[in-house]
């Protein structure tokens, strides 16, 4: 079965703190991992794919990269305004459905 | 810009009410989903649809149902309402995967159901 755990479940960061939000999965047969941003009261807002091991990708403060087992979503010298719930996500072979991590609560303090 | 659309951001309905929310995406994406999101709970599918008149299970299709009468277009029923169905409902499309690659999926904002 499909397992996608993302840690810490929230952080709390300085505004310029540098950290790394955590998604470990489980998946037989990766075709893309995801990280959204969700507002409160909004929809996911797509972020990045990564689609194999040692691919990187970013935007902004934002940097993801990804392994065989985990992906990190770096952030640097973030702001109040980075402050969201990050969601990670992957599909597998058999079809186009997310299974979605439970989501890091990131808060910025200016 | 990819644009999915829920009619309906807020909604306060009564037990055992039929309930409807509508969706529609304007980047003529074939996969359509319903997924709702509780707190503690995440992100749960509740049905998708890979084409027109097409409808798959999700992990929690009961109580629920869907139509897709247009590509556009992904509907979802609430046959008689419940409270345990107070929640927030997201909408989602895409276009089928190309070989090995997953494609991206985009959400609406999302819509807020209160069942009383």
């Known amino acids: 079965e499909d397992q996608v755990t993302q840690s810490p479940e929230a952080l709390r960061l300085q505004e310029g703190e540098s950290s790394s939000l955590n998604c470990s999965y489980t998946v037989s047969g990766l075709r893309g991992l995801f990280w959204y941003r969700q507002d409160p009261g909004k929809g996911p807002e797509f972020l990045f794919t990564l689609y194999s091991a040692g691919e990187e990708k970013e935007k902004e403060r934002l940097k993801a990269t990804i392994t065989k087992k985990e992906s990190f979503l770096h952030i640097t010298a973030p702001k109040p305004e980075d402050s969201a719930t990050y969601l990670c996500?992957?599909?597998?072979?058999?079809?186009?459905?997310?299974?979605f991590g439970g989501g890091t609560r990131l808060m910025v303090k200016p | 810009d990819v644009k999915v659309t829920q009619s309906s951001r807020y909604l306060v309905k009564r037990t055992g009410e039929k309930v409807f929310l509508e969706c529609v995406q304007d980047?003529?994406?074939?996969?359509m989903f319903w997924y709702r999101q509780d707190p503690g709970l995440g992100l749960r599918l509740i049905y998708f649809s890979y084409d027109v008149k097409m409808k798959e299970k999700g992990d929690i299709p009961e109580g629920y149902s869907v139509s897709r009468e247009k590509k556009e277009r992904f509907s979802l029923i609430l046959e008689s309402a419940s409270t345990n169905q107070t929640s927030m409902y997201l909408c989602?499309?895409?276009?089928?995967?190309?070989?090995?690659?997953?494609?991206?999926?985009?959400f609406g904002e999302g819509s807020w159901l209160t069942v009383v």
């Open positions: 989602a499309s895409s276009r089928p995967g190309q070989g090995h690659s997953g494609n991206t999926i985009y």
């Open positions: 996500a992957v599909t597998h072979n058999a079809g186009n459905m997310l299974t």
């Open positions: 980047m003529d994406h074939e996969n």
